[in-house]
């Protein structure tokens, strides 16, 4: 499900939460599916809790998952929410960028350059 690669530059906790939430984006993890416990996946991937419970702080923040209290935390179905806000305005842009007469190419490099600002 999630692994860490020890060697890399990125931070645990963001390894943690950027698997997680390719794997709801992308649908590997349904809305419904229940995640680990902190302590059960910090201890799997033998990280601190707190490393862990920070990535699911972020994604419970981002609305991609929320926790039910003793029941657990699960996908979200605001994710799935905030997937179809994106895709329309995804589409509107797409329109917008043909009425301006962009050629394709372009349109991406603006939507790249935009996603790397920080």
């Known amino acids: 499900m999630i692994s860490i690669d020890p060697t890399s530059s ?5 390894q943690v939460r950027s698997q997680f939430a390719q794997q709801i984006t992308d649908r590997t993890l349904a809305v419904g599916a229940k995640l680990p416990t902190v302590r059960a996946l910090a201890a799997e991937l033998r990280l601190a809790a707190n490393t862990v419970a920070k990535a699911y702080r972020e994604l419970e ?5 929320e926790t039910r209290g003793r029941a657990g935390t ?3 179905a605001a994710g799935q929410q905030s997937r179809i806000v994106i895709q329309r305005a995804a589409r509107d842009y797409a329109s917008q960028a043909r ?13 790249k350059a935009a996603l790397s600002v920080d």
């Open 74 to 76: 699960f996908v979200s």
């Open 99 to 111: 009425a301006l007469g962009l050629d394709p190419e372009e349109a991406l490099s603006i939507v």
């Open 61 to 65: 923040e981002a609305g991609l998952i």
């Open 10 to 14: 990125v931070a645990p906790y963001e």
